[in-house]
């Protein structure tokens, strides 16, 4: 595969960054179309307009079928659904990372981490945390280490909303034996899950490390991440009574939300509380704008939106 283009923190993602993996042949000039495509696609992502790059993966992965070239498929599906992922549309990634394995299995594959990667991070962000564990646990067996470690971090948060200790210890375990010198995602992820596992029993350490966690997504430009570990922080503060920083966190983190995108979080607020994604699950998933600013009491949550007649 010739690359692998965003690498997932979650959200919408968790966050997204490069990962590199081996050269795909070029045969035909369908080959010069799919690499225009999956171009347009990549700077489409970096640019933010995420439904611009799901078009054009989408694209992709349909030339992929067209020449019957499985690794073309992997690749161009994986995209498309960590673009869905960062378009916060979860259950099309799902969908789509799940055609794409059953695609490329008709061809011959079998192991595939990466799908297994983001299909955990959709169910997650779903609030599907069993099935979201379970994938994460077979992502994290990986021989990409980037691919691994994210797995891990998608462990952990699930682990933690489901109230599994053990798999949320496994997760942590993973995330503090990888070898030095860690990225600044990596230190992020790590600061992170080890708030949730010191946050009952040492809330001030597991409070500094979600400030930490927050701080060093800030530093990258993992915005969605950031306010995550923003909102960690605010629960951990109000666990142990200091409403006034929660309810500043809670702000936030919502306040940061709900600018990444005009849209965001809406698909979840609304269709996951009417349970038509859940499954019977009745409440969306915690990293949520509008359930952040509920928390945060009175705080405005776009301060800066254009209101009628303003010029």
């Known amino acids: 595969m010739r690359r692998l283009a965003h690498m997932l923190v979650l959200t919408a993602p968790l966050l997204l960054a490069g990962c590199g993996a081996s050269q795909s042949k070029l045969t035909a000039q369908d080959d010069a179309a799919?690499?225009?495509?999956?171009?347009?696609?990549r700077d489409s992502f970096d640019l933010g307009r995420y439904t611009v790059a799901v078009s054009q993966y989408r694209k992709a992965a349909n030339l992929a079928l067209a020449r019957d070239d499985g690794t073309a498929?992997?690749?161009?599906?994986?995209?498309?659904?960590?673009?869905?992922?960062?378009?916060?549309?979860?259950?099309?990634?799902?969908?789509?990372?799940?055609?794409?394995?059953?695609?490329?299995?008709?061809?011959?594959?079998?192991?595939?981490?990466?799908?297994?990667?983001?299909?955990?991070?959709?169910?997650?962000?779903?609030?599907?945390?069993?099935?979201?564990?379970?994938?994460?646990?077979?992502?994290?067996?990986s021989a990409d280490t980037g691919v691994a470690a994210r797995a891990a971090l998608v462990l952990g948060l699930?682990?933690?909303?489901?109230?599994?200790?053990?798999?949320?210890?496994?997760?942590?375990?993973?995330?503090s034996g990888l070898k030095q010198p860690l990225?600044?995602?990596?230190?992020?992820?790590?600061?992170?899950?080890?708030a949730r596992v010191l946050r009952q029993a040492n809330p001030v350490l597991a409070g500094q490390q979600a400030e930490q966690a927050a701080n060093l997504r800030q530093s990258a430009g993992a915005y969605h991440d950031m306010a995550r570990?923003?909102?960690?922080?605010?629960?951990?503060?109000?666990?142990?009574g200091d409403q006034a920083r929660a309810h500043a966190l809670w702000a936030r983190a919502a306040q940061s939300a709900a600018a990444q995108s005009g849209s965001l979080n809406r698909?979840?607020?609304?269709?996951?509380?009417?349970?038509?994604?859940?499954?019977?699950?009745?409440?969306?998933?915690?990293?949520?704008?509008?359930?952040?600013?509920r928390n945060a009491g009175?705080?405005?949550?776009?301060?800066?939106?254009e209101t009628d007649g303003a010029h």
């Open 298 to 305: 009175e705080s405005v949550l776009r301060p800066f939106a």
């Open 158 to 175: 699930a682990a933690d909303a489901q109230g599994d200790q053990g798999a949320l210890q496994a997760a942590d375990v993973y995330l």
């Open 34 to 41: 799919w690499d225009q495509t999956m171009m347009a696609g």
């Open 229 to 240: 570990a923003l909102a960690l922080a605010a629960r951990i503060a109000a666990s142990q």
């Open 73 to 141: 498929v992997a690749e161009a599906g994986y995209d498309l659904a960590v673009s869905q992922l960062a378009a916060n549309r979860p259950a099309e990634a799902l969908k789509a990372a799940q055609a794409t394995r059953q695609a490329v299995q008709l061809r011959g594959a079998q192991d595939m981490p990466s799908l297994d990667l983001v299909e955990a991070a959709s169910h997650y962000r779903l609030g599907h945390y069993a099935q979201a564990i379970s994938l994460a646990q077979q992502a994290m067996h």
């Open 183 to 194: 990225s600044v995602a990596q230190q992020a992820d790590r600061a992170e899950i080890e």
């Open 267 to 293: 698909m979840d607020a609304q269709t996951l509380v009417h349970g038509s994604l859940t499954k019977g699950n009745p409440m969306p998933p915690a990293d949520d704008a509008q359930a952040w600013a």
